[in-house]
């Protein structure tokens, strides 16, 4: 681990995000709350605070963190085929909160994997990735607005996309 000794004690949030790509019925079993398993997106967010609160016993040299908050939320994305992952944490420490940020995240993505591969063996967890970071010395940092989303890069313009064709745009092509 990284002596933090001498850091200060300061304000720290971070903003971490995943995607699960599924097939448009398993999206709509989803939404509809008719998966197998029962209420997937209320279990992936419950799961990936739990996750978050363990980050320090699954990364072997992250430091343990007391979380002042944490919020995970997933949201249908009927356009993207998939749903969206939004995992934010914030603590008042001496070292970032990024992997917790990124574990909570990454474990609700999983535990949304586990609840429909009964359905769909072909789902896909795709950029997982920090949006944002506040506080500490390395400063505020934010990913560019313009780069590309990678949660449609396995889409082909003109494929189906949950009943909706989609348009070749300058980006997808």
Do not use: N
């Not at 989803?30 to 990364?59: C, F, H, P, Y």
């Not at 574990?103 to 609700?108: E, K, Q």
């Not at 449609?152 to 996309?161: E, I, L, Q, S, T």
């Amino acid at each position: 681990m990284v002596d933090v000794g001498a850091k200060p004690v300061t304000a720290r949030r971070a903003v971490a995000e995943a995607f699960v790509a599924l097939a448009p019925e398993t999206l709509s079993l989803v939404i509809d709350g008719k998966a197998a398993k029962g209420d997937v997106m209320t279990v992936a967010e419950v799961a990936g605070v739990m996750g978050a609160k363990r980050t320090s016993e699954l990364i072997p040299l992250c430091h343990p963190l007391p979380l002042t908050d944490l919020l995970v939320t997933v949201t249908p994305d009927r356009g993207a085929g998939g749903l969206r992952v939004r995992a934010e944490a914030a603590t008042t420490a001496q070292t970032g909160v990024e992997m917790e940020a990124l574990t909570a995240a990454s474990v609700a993505a999983l535990t949304i994997y586990d609840m429909v591969k009964g359905v769909e063996r072909g789902v896909e967890i795709r950029s997982v990735r920090l949006v944002s970071k506040t506080g500490g010395q390395g400063g505020d940092w934010t990913r560019p607005a313009g780069e590309r989303d990678d949660t449609r890069a396995a889409r082909r313009p003109g494929d189906r996309v949950a009943g909706r064709i989609r348009k070749k745009t300058r980006e997808a092509g």
